[in-house]
């Protein structure tokens, strides 16, 4: 049959796979791809007809902001906890064109080079409290290390005995992310604690009793206008700024993969003793690709459109297989290896390399933290291995594909923690 014709989209039998998502977690799409021999596949979700869609060209397509949109896309349990209402993500056009660049206009290189500043700063300041702790959890104890840069660099004033609470706070809303129950409320109740803090810092600068300094993202956000001229609500800004402190935070959960795969493998380990940058560089990048973490992405089909002779029609929830579009046989030489070596070779693709989402920034929804997580990633593996001494007791390494988001089951404990350098 010709690829113009319309053909019968692969199904999954079943009145809903729900269940299914969160059993088979990070692999529920690539087991449907390998049965069905197919990159799409059509299945039910949430009660809803539902598009998954894995690989590069499958991403290319996805990105099209013609095809697709994002409002209505994300289940509005997620937006209770982790992404919060009214935020960049379900926005479209020139909505989130004009949202998109408040966020891209303070991702430029001073921040860089402060955020990598910050991350040392705090490296060390949190390791010399570990030096006098038994034992360390990396998976818990590195949220107070980022809480710390994410509030200095965003300029959200954080007293001292307030850190360990805002870090779980926020670990609290991304942990929430796929969970039901009690861990769900959690999520929920964090978020709104979060939300009114930052809320009550926002109406204080508009009134004129706080100062922060302009070039700070919470200065930007207060008094960004959106594009039809107008301030954005209160609540709006704080979502945004919780947009940044969230996911920096998040950046937890890469530092107990890197911290994993350091003990992994030993020989990596060891070449990145020289501290040079390509090195460091290619480790992290291959730690973003290789462990699970931000599973899927959805949208909606904006306009009826065909594809690969299959019908995408308006209004169908899609999701992009971020995790199985990383581990492509398609677009990957042996993907189920760790190898960072692989990336003096990489394309540099938008769309076959996306454990943030792919395509572009500023037209479409390609994370917008992506070079701060890749800075505070290369500054935080070496200093786990050239400024820091540590053992790992007997613990449980292993990583659940179950648990979505998914850590080391033991969350890397560390003990004998000294600084050397
Ligand atoms: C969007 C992953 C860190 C801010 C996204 C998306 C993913 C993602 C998958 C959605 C892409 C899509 O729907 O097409 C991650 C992961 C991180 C991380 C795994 C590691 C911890 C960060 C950081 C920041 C950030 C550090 C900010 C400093 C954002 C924002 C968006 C976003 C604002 C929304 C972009 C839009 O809708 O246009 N991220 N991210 N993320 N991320 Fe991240
Ligand atoms: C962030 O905080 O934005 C980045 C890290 C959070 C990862 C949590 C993964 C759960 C995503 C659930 C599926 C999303 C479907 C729209």
Known sequence: MSKEENNQMPQEEGLDNTLKVLKEGYQFIMNRRHTMQSNVFETKILGEKTICMSGSKAAEVFYDSQKFRRADAAPSRLKKTL??????????????????????????????????????????????????KEKVVLAEDSKSILAQIACEWAGVPLEEEDVDKTAQQLGDTFEASAAVGPAHWKGRRSRSKLEDWITELVSEIREGTRNVPEDRPLYQFTWHKDHEGKLLDEKIVAV??????????????????????????????????????????????????????????????????????????????????????????????????????????????????????????????????????????????????????????EQDLSFSMDDIPSIPKSKMILTNVKRTS
């Open 83 to 132: 992404f919060g209402e009214g935020g960049v993500q379900g926005l479209d056009g020139e909505a989130h064109f004009h949202r998109k660049a408040m966020f891209m206009n303070v991702m430029n290189s001073s921040t860089l080079a402060e955020i990598r500043t910050l991350t040392n700063k705090y490296w060390e300041k949190e390791a010399a409290k570990w030096e006098e």
């Open 240 to 393: 945004e700024i919780l947009n940044l402190l969230r996911p920096m935070t998040a950046i937890s959960v890469y530092i107990a993969f890197t911290a994993q795969a350091l003990e992994q493998y030993p020989e990596e380990a060891e070449r990145l003793k020289d501290g040079e940058d390509g090195k460091l560089q290619r480790f992290i990048q291959e730690v973003r690709r290789f462990y699970p973490f931000f599973p899927f992405t959805a949208a909606r089909v904006n306009q009826t459109f065909t594809w690969e002779g299959y019908e995408f029609e308006e209004g169908t929830l899609t999701l992009l297989d971020l995790y199985g579009t990383n581990h492509h046989q398609e677009d990957w030489t042996n993907p189920a290896l760790f190898q960072p070596d692989r990336f003096k070779e990489w394309d540099e693709s938008p769309f076959n390399f996306i454990p943030q989402g792919g395509g572009e920034f500023s037209i479409g929804h390609r994370c917008a933290g992506e070079w701060i997580t890749i800075d505070i990633l290369k500054e935080s593996v070496n200093f786990l291995v050239n400024k820091l001494h540590y053992e790992l007791p």
